[in-house]
């Protein structure tokens, strides 16, 4: 295992090469600084929107009252914004995060190479986030054992505190990352270099920003936000057991949204190396929209079923809980059939001898397999087991079922932004390619 002082280090562009490398940005994504704006201040607003739009401590989901009303006179009340602060949440937030990167240093694991960079080196990782979770909930279920259900139900009951201390972090990494990237010669993202603020706040400017051997952005990408939204649903199901009369008591619907999404974290962590080939960690720079992404949304967004069924406790019986483990493993193995291909054809291996299509730039496209089916049916397994996760809700209400309508939109802009950029990349080669594979996401449907 290398040391913390090896070549994990994000390299600095020499100078001569800088203009090369680092080419300023002439096409805007998302609608330009307008639009990067808008969602920089629309993210927030809707994670806390989600909140009190589908909370017991609002009247239902949605409540049963005058919405708009009841919000233009909150936010006119300086003690609503005043309420939206918790000291000991953001304590136990900050906390979190700072055990969060004890556990990195501390904990062993592998180096791990990513994928040949423009400067034509490569950047190391160091791979632990599974062992991070492990050990996070062994401590979690070790607190709980000792001191009782109600001991962690602080997450559920001070949401809004922890929403706000998650966005004060995701703030001010976006500011800090963004300032770094004008300190020597980076390497710049592609599309965070407009000269901006506003969009390449937003975007993220530098490709890589790292502390020494620490990368932030694999770092938050997998550890401090995706390990939460576990430690959330936890503290829901220990919310509902004080409320029930015990873990015993819990409706087989908690568990099941527990279980649904527990697998999704436990399955990415595990196979953490596989990250480092998506767009995320390859292309996008680390700005606001990947930090709020990471420590805010993903937590506190993904949770809203596992939290709806704390105040709505539903029942589902035997025969829905089967159809709907049905549709989460059929989304699941999808999902990681895809991938598996998708990672050792990336890595040099083809086990199913699978058929490619070559560029004339030597790049190789899969066109069998799931690939062939496909441009992206890994998004295909992703959005069926969005379904499964806000199936649990039942009906009564469509606000349970947003993630899935926002993963959906999300996985499509993604592949459109893909498409984009292959089609920049390969030419009429990327042309050929889509006549061989026609269909995005869904075979014979989209």
Not at 112 to 134: H, P, Q, W
Not at 314 to 321: A, D, I, K
Request: glycine content about 8%.
């Amino acid at each position: 295992m290398s040391s913390l002082t090896s070549s994990s280090v994000s390299p600095s562009v020499p100078k001569k090469d800088v203009a090369t490398l680092n080419p300023r940005t002439t096409s805007y994504e998302f609608f330009g600084p307008l639009g990067a704006l808008s969602v920089t201040l629309g993210v927030p607003f809707l994670t806390y929107a989600l909140y009190f739009s589908c909370s017991e401590t609002s009247g239902g989901c949605p409540p049963p009252v005058d919405l708009l009303g009841n919000l233009t006179a909150a936010v006119s009340d300086p003690n609503w914004w005043k309420s939206l602060w918790d000291t000991q949440a953001a304590l136990i937030y900050l906390g979190w995060y700072v055990f969060c990167i004890v556990a990195w240093f501390v904990l062993p694991g592998d180096w791990v190479d990513g994928v040949v960079m423009r400067t034509g080196e490569k950047k190391k990782y160091k791979i632990n986030a599974f062992s991070t979770f492990l050990l996070a909930l062994g401590l979690t279920f070790g607190y709980i054992y000792r001191n009782g259900e109600e001991s962690f139900t602080f997450l559920y009951e001070k949401w809004v505190g922890f929403v706000t201390a998650s966005l004060v972090m995701s703030i001010a990494q976006a500011l800090y990352v963004y300032v770094a990237s004008y300190r020597g010669e980076k390497l710049l993202a592609l599309g965070g270099n407009s000269g901006n603020f506003i969009y390449d706040f937003y975007i993220g400017r530098e490709l890589n920003p790292s502390i020494g051997s620490f990368d932030i952005k694999s770092f938050n990408e997998l550890r401090p936000g995706l390990i939460l939204w576990v430690l959330i649903d936890i503290s829901m199901i220990c919310e509902q057991a004080v409320r029930r009369g015990g873990f015993a008591n819990v409706t087989d619907s908690m568990w099941l949204v527990l279980a649904f999404q527990g697998w999704y974290v436990a399955d990415g962590l595990y196979n953490e190396p596989a990250i480092f080939t998506t767009m995320d960690i390859t292309t996008d720079g680390f700005g606001f929209m990947l930090a709020v992404g990471d420590l805010t949304w993903v937590p506190f967004v993904y949770s809203l079923q596992e939290r709806y069924l704390v105040f709505n406790q539903v029942e589902l019986g035997w025969f829905w809980t089967a159809a709907i483990i049905s549709v989460n493993g059929l989304g699941y193995y999808i999902f990681r059939a895809a991938n598996g291909e998708k990672n050792d054809f990336r890595n040099g291996r083809n086990p199913k001898n699978l058929r490619y299509f070559e560029t004339k730039s030597g790049s190789k496209l899969l066109i069998t397999g799931w690939w062939g089916w496909s441009r992206h049916p890994n998004y295909f397994g992703d959005i069926l087991m969005a379904l499964a996760w806000s199936l649990p809700t039942g009906f009564e209400t469509p606000v349970t079922y947003f993630y899935v309508v926002y993963f959906a939109v999300l996985l499509i802009h993604r592949q459109m932004r893909d498409d984009e950029n292959c089609e920049k990349k390969y030419g009429k080669d990327w042309e050929k390619y889509k006549k061989i594979v026609p269909y995005r996401i869904i075979p014979y449907v989209y």
